[in-house]
């Protein structure tokens, strides 16, 4: 069946423009989650969606990253006036909701974000 | 916060066994976990580790997990050059649903 797809899976952006990276999650998976990824670092948390319960922002590095997720599905993660230090892969996950219990998470390929 | 280190670098010859170690700070964290990045590919769960267990063995890999020294190892019997990837060691635990991810080790298995 079809995994997780991102899109696009390169931007290349100035330095201030806005960019929106969009993520497709696989059908059923109500939990969606954004990391992103800095050269020479691990995955690092930005945001949780489950079903119709507020998001968890707790990663959000500053105020021009935000993220929405319609109809339960498709998210997308906005980031205003991009700075260099922007410059990452976002790598979107999902999984199925449950508790008590292990919360695989499927990843997709990744977008890769350039800001010159 | 919570934190989690791994060292960045490990070859291994081919046939060897490779032993990718990670510690983590967090001492709720219920399930630790391996995932796999293969160049240009996305992140690949390999195997995970409940926190009351301290051993699970699947095929040619063996984790390990000394939830005292929070000490948590990943061993590939009979490495081979298809294994040459960044390996991930991530947490998860309380009320927290997120990942905390290492750094990532790149294991290279020269012929």
């Known amino acids: 069946g079809a995994g997780v797809s991102q899109s696009p899976s390169n931007k290349v952006t100035e330095k201030g423009k806005d960019v929106e990276l969009r993520c497709d999650p696989i059908?059923?998976?109500?939990?969606l989650y954004w990391y992103r990824q800095s050269l020479g670092q691990g995955l690092e948390f930005l945001i949780y969606?489950?079903?119709?319960?507020?998001?968890?922002k707790s990663g959000l590095p500053s105020d021009r990253f935000s993220a929405e997720r319609t109809g339960g599905s498709v998210s997308t993660l906005t980031i205003q006036r991009t700075q260099q230090e922007d410059s990452a892969v976002y790598l979107c996950?999902?999984?199925?909701?449950?508790?008590?219990?292990?919360?695989?998470?499927?990843f997709g390929p990744g977008t890769r974000l350039t800001v010159t | 916060g919570e934190d989690v280190e791994q060292s960045l670098f490990l070859s291994v010859r081919e046939g060897d066994s490779s032993v990718i170690n990670c510690t983590y700070t967090?001492?709720?964290?219920?399930?630790l976990y391996w995932y796999k990045q293969e160049p240009g590919a996305g992140l690949q769960l390999l195997t995970y580790?409940?926190?009351?267990?301290d051993m699970k063995q699947d095929q040619r890999l063996t984790v390990l997990l000394n939830k005292k020294d929070k000490h948590l190892s990943l061993r590939i019997a009979d490495t081979q050059t298809g294994d040459s990837a960044i390996y991930f060691c991530?947490?998860?635990?309380?009320?927290?649903?997120?990942?905390?991810f290492g750094s990532g080790t790149q294991l290279t298995v020269l012929p």
């Open positions: 996950a999902s999984s199925l909701p449950g508790s008590g219990r292990i919360y695989e998470q499927y």
């Open positions: 059908s059923g998976h109500t939990a």
């Open positions: 969606f489950q079903g119709n319960s507020a998001p968890d």
């Open positions: 967090d001492s709720s964290s219920t399930y």
């Open positions: 580790i409940f926190s009351n267990m």
């Open positions: 991530a947490e998860s635990g309380g009320s927290a649903r997120q990942l905390t």
